[in-house]
Every structure is written in C-alpha cells, then in structure tokens.
C-alpha cells in the first residue's frame, strides 16, 4: 500500500497494525478545519514564491472543491485513509495529479494536526461561552420572579438560615461566571498559530508564519517550534475548565433532583425532562438531571485520561498524541450540550415558593439572628450561642417552634423583655431584611444584585 509516508518502508503494515494507528474515524470530525487551514498555507506558500502561482491555484480550487464535498457530507473516505490529513491529501490527488503533493512543503502533519485542533477549540470556546451566558440569564429571569421570596440555605444538608430564594440562584449565576471567565482565559493559549513549525524544527524554506496566523485569525505565533508540536497543554487547560464547569452544572442537577423529591417539595421538574418508570405508574423521576451527574463522571474520567496521556511523554511529537482527540471530543460535546441541557431546564422549572417558604418554619433556621440579637446587645457571642441553644433545646424538645415558646420558659433563660419579644416575633423575611453585610442575602442587596448582574449579562 502506498502511504504517505511510504519510502524507506514498503507500506506492507499489518492488518492489525493498521487497524491499531488509524483515527481517521476519530480526527475526521476536524475535516473542514483541516482543509481550512490547508487553503491558508498553500496562498503562503505562493506568497513566499515557494510554489508557483499556477500551481497554487490548481491547489486551492481542488481544496475548495473538497471542502464543498466535506460541507455537503458527500466527501468519499477511503479505507486505506489513516487520518484526515492523509484523506484531503489523497484527494486532492486524485483531482489534481501529482501536483497535489506540493501542498505538503514545509509542514508536517505534526504542526497540522495542532493547527486542527486549535481552530477547533477557537469555535467551540465562544459557543460554550455563550451557552453558558444563556444559562446564566435564564437563571437570572427565574431569580427576579421570584424575588421577595424566602427558603432555608442548607450547611451540611440541614437547615442553616434563611435566604431569599434570588440570592441562592445568583449563587448560581456567580459561580457560571468564573466559568466563563476561566474559558476566555484558555482562549489565550489555544490563540497561538504552530503553523510552520513542521515536525520538530521548522523548515529551510522562507516561509511566513505570520501570514497564515493571520489569515486563520490566531493572534499570535508560537516561538519555539519544539515546544508548539509537543504542547497539548491548551487541551489540558480547556478540558480541566469544562470538567470545572461540568461539576458546577452537576451539583445544580443534584440540588434541583433534591429538590424536585415530593421530600422537599420545592420544584416541579419540567415533564419533558423527567420520564417515567414501566412498573411504578407514579413516577416522574429526574432522569435527565441524573444522566447529567452521570455524565460529569464521563468528562473527569477523560479529563484523567489526557493528564494520563501527557505525563510521561519525552519532546517533541509522539504517535500517544494521536489519543488526545476522543478526550477532547467527548469533553467538548457533553459540556455544549449539558450547559443547554440545564438553560431549559431552569427555564421551566415550576418553583413553589409557599413550600419552600412554608420549610422555613423547620430546623430552627432563625436561631442565628437571634443570637446576633443578644450580641448586639452586649452579650458576648459565645455566650450568645449558649443561650440560643438552650432555648432551642426546650423547643425542640416541644416540638414547638421557637415563637411559639411560652414567654415565661424564655424568659427563665434570658430576662429581657426585648429578647422576648425579638423571638416571639420571629419571622423570616425580618430576617433577611436585616441582613446587611456585602454579598449577603439582604433584600436591598439582593435587589441590587439583579440588576448589576442583569448588566453584566444583557
Ligand atoms: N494523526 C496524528 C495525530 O493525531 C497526526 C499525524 C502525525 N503522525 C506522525 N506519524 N508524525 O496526532
């Protein structure tokens, strides 16, 4: 068999070598890059008078021929195609002759495949960014409509103090926006050309590398031609912000799975998004959200895999690289999808605000302010907390609420009229009205919140 790189060796690779080395049906998901970024090099290197001018020509019109039979899905793969490098190279080829063959001076499939998959992340980076702004406004929209409204925030999944429910969804929108925040700073390093680098040490040909960064839109060139052929250090860094960002969405589905149990009560879950079961006619069961969580497990494992991959490996290019693609796939298409997944989710997601504000009344969750309350009047904190737990000792103890302990058993405990009344008229929306610390869950604060976020995101 004549392979590209048949010579010294005859191509007589075995059958189940060849099987082994092949990805063609892995990077053949980067053809339209691949044919993109040979287009550039070729317009270079008839620039550079590398190639003449008539060749260069003969090229491109075949390469802008194949890349309307790869945009139309009607390009022909060949079972002798080892990559998709090889596939364009072959074609062009077969429509051009052996002029075709000129399209492979002065780089190598080394710089190339980096080019691919850079300009591959280039397009999906700003698409994660902005499904990710989707999420974020969706939640913002849900968090206005229902602003006023209180839930208990939970610490070790018990009941801590009351929140209003929009300071818990900003909590959300928070901690997306390092996310995207994370995702424009890998940008940076996937921004970087390797085009010309060739395999290892560049090239004896006076080629320009900035001409073609330019052309593809990088806005800089690599300075060391071993070092950008052996990188893959800006796939690490964007999968390790996608597996981040997949961990956040996980732990929203796990809230929003909690929360949807008849146990909480605190959201219906859209019916597109649940299904049933076949035995137990009841269900709606959050399947979708858990695939979600089952899926985060899918992206860290592969995120192992290319740390894996990269650790032991000796400079410059290594065939191990070729094994970087499936991580890198898998990773980018679960996280697109999952981010949008959970936009809609959120969208239409019945919340039920009398239950969650009717859960305040469990657990004791205004026993902090109370405390703050004796503080302020003097009692050291610590002190504080001694009689506040007392007090809630004898109400649970009841079964009671705290508000509606007898004056007399509070008063045994505390002899101030004012803390008497403070716990007798406990209510949680004083609550968080009284917050006022940065960042807090006061109402004010939280109004304020909405609409410095809503700037940020329109
Ligand atoms: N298919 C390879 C990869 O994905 C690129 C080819 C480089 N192969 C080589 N033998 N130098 O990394």
Redesign the pocket.
Same mark, same amino acid.
């Given at each position: 068999m004549n392979y590209l790189w048949t010579g010294r060796l005859k191509g007589n690779l075995h059958e189940i070598a060849k099987k082994y080395t092949f990805?063609l049906e892995i *990077?053949k998901n980067l053809a339209s890059f691949d044919v993109v970024g040979s287009i550039a090099h070729v317009e270079m290197l008839v620039k550079q008078k590398i190639i003449s001018k008539k060749d260069g020509t003969t090229i491109i019109s075949a390469l802008k021929k194949i890349l309307d039979e790869i945009n139309k899905g009607i390009f022909k793969f060949k079972e002798d195609d080892e *990559?998709i490098?090889t596939a364009v190279e072959r074609r062009l080829t077969e429509i051009i002759g052996t002029t075709g063959g000129k399209i492979h001076t002065a780089r190598s !499939?080394?710089d190339q495949?980096v080019f691919d998959e850079k300009i591959y992340l280039k397009y999906i980076l700003p698409e994660i960014k902005s499904n990710i702004a989707l999420l974020q406004k969706t939640i913002l929209k849900r968090a206005e409509e229902g602003f006023g409204f209180c839930m208990p925030e939970m610490t070790h999944l018990q009941p801590a103090q009351p929140v209003l429910f929009s300071h818990h969804l900003i909590a959300y929108i928070s901690m997306l926006e390092r996310d995207r925040e994370r995702i424009s700073d890998a940008l940076k390093r996937v921004d970087i050309s390797p085009l010309g680098a060739c395999a290892c040490a560049g090239t004896s040909f006076n080629i320009d590398t900035e001409y073609t960064a330019k052309k593809l839109g990088f806005s800089r060139v690599f300075s060391n031609s071993i070092d950008v052929v052996s990188d893959r250090d800006f796939i690490l860094e964007v999968l390790a912000d996608f597996g981040i960002l997949m961990v956040h969405l996980s732990r929203m589905a796990e809230e929003l799975i909690l929360w949807h149990s008849p146990f909480f009560g605190f959201v219906d879950l859209p019916e597109d998004f649940c299904t049933g079961s076949s035995i137990m006619p009841q269900k709606k069961n959050p399947d979708v959200l858990e695939l979600l969580r089952g899926k985060t497990s899918v992206v860290i494992g592969d995120i192992s895999g290319i740390f894996t991959l990269m650790k032991g490996l000796p400079f410059s290019?290594n !065939?191990d690289?070729?094994e970087d693609?499936r991580f890198m796939f898998e990773v980018c298409e679960i996280t697109i999808l999952s981010a949008l997944v959970m936009a809609e989710i959120i969208r239409k997601t019945h919340f039920k605000f009398s239950r969650m504000e009717e859960a305040c009344n469990y657990g004791y969750i205004e026993a902090t302010d109370i405390a703050e309350f004796l503080a302020k009047k003097g009692i050291p904190f610590r002190q504080a907390h001694h009689i506040v737990s007392e007090i809630v000792g004898i109400a649970s103890e009841k079964g009671l609420p705290l508000s509606k302990l007898d004056k007399r058993v509070i008063k045994e405990i505390v002899c101030d009229d004012d803390v008497v009344n403070f716990i007798k008229n406990l209510d949680v929306h004083k609550s968080v009205k009284n917050k006022k610390s940065q960042g807090s869950t006061g109402l004010e604060l939280v109004k304020s919140e909405i609409e410095k976020w809503k700037n940020i995101l329109k």
């Open positions: 990805s *990077d *990559d490098h !499939r080394n495949i290019y !065939r690289l070729q693609k």
